[in-house]
């Protein structure tokens, strides 16, 4: 990752709302030979138990997910505008199916404790798991929230420590 430099969590000057709900991110976990990336645009971040935290949420459906299971560092990627084509097709395509990091144009890289990132990234947050739960819909306070699973696929929340925020 030679051309981010490395900057505490709280250095990030970013909107996370606009970050995360609006220009999207890329979910990714495996290594450098073999990762697979989702496009979300849920998620957060904040302190819990003391720590920097992020938050990410898998459907057990996703790919992605067989990676989050076995590793115990994924990362977020951010991208400039420019990259929105390359995040909607990251988000419409599989890799089970094919190569997706290769097929949308991304370079893959490893930060420094070799979690998978990309090189065109404007932003990586690398974050190690430490708690994980599953959504449980007899939880839901709030009607609305069930429209966001019509197929009852209910997501996996990950929530990771942030060791490494990239910036370029």
Same mark, same amino acid.
């Given at each position: 990752m030679k051309d981010f430099n490395k900057i505490t969590p709280d250095l990030i000057g970013e909107n996370i709302f606009k970050l995360i709900g609006e220009d999207w991110m890329l979910i990714t976990? /495996?290594?450098? =030979?073999?990762?697979?990336?989702? *496009?979300?645009?849920? @998620? @957060?971040?904040?302190?819990?138990?003391?720590?920097?935290?992020? +938050?990410?949420? %898998?459907?057990k459906s996703r790919y992605t997910y067989e990676f989050a299971e076995r590793e115990s560092l994924f990362t977020l990627s951010f991208f400039n505008e420019? #990259?929105?084509? *390359?995040? &909607? #097709?990251? /988000?419409?395509?599989?890799?089970?199916? !094919?190569?997706? %990091?290769? &097929? $949308? /144009?991304? *370079?893959?890289?490893?930060? !420094?404790? /070799?979690?998978?990132? +990309?090189?065109?990234?404007?932003?990586?947050?690398? $974050?190690r798991k430490i708690y994980f739960d599953d959504i %449980?819909? =007899?939880? +839901?306070?709030?009607?609305? %929230?069930?429209?966001? #699973?019509?197929?009852?696929? #209910?997501?996996r929340m990950y929530i990771g420590e942030v060791i490494g925020v990239y910036v370029k």
């Open positions: 976990a /495996g290594n450098k =030979e073999k990762a697979n990336t989702m *496009t979300a645009s849920w @998620g @957060g971040m904040g302190v819990l138990w003391h720590l920097p935290v992020c +938050f990410a949420f %898998i459907r420019t #990259y929105r084509d *390359t995040l &909607n #097709y990251c /988000g419409a395509h599989s890799g089970r199916n !094919e190569d997706k %990091i290769v &097929n $949308c /144009g991304l *370079t893959l890289v490893e930060t !420094e404790n /070799g979690a998978p990132a +990309f090189n065109e990234a404007s932003l990586v947050v690398e $974050c %449980i819909p =007899e939880h +839901f306070l709030d009607s609305r %929230i069930n429209r966001n #699973y019509p197929s009852q696929d #209910y997501h």
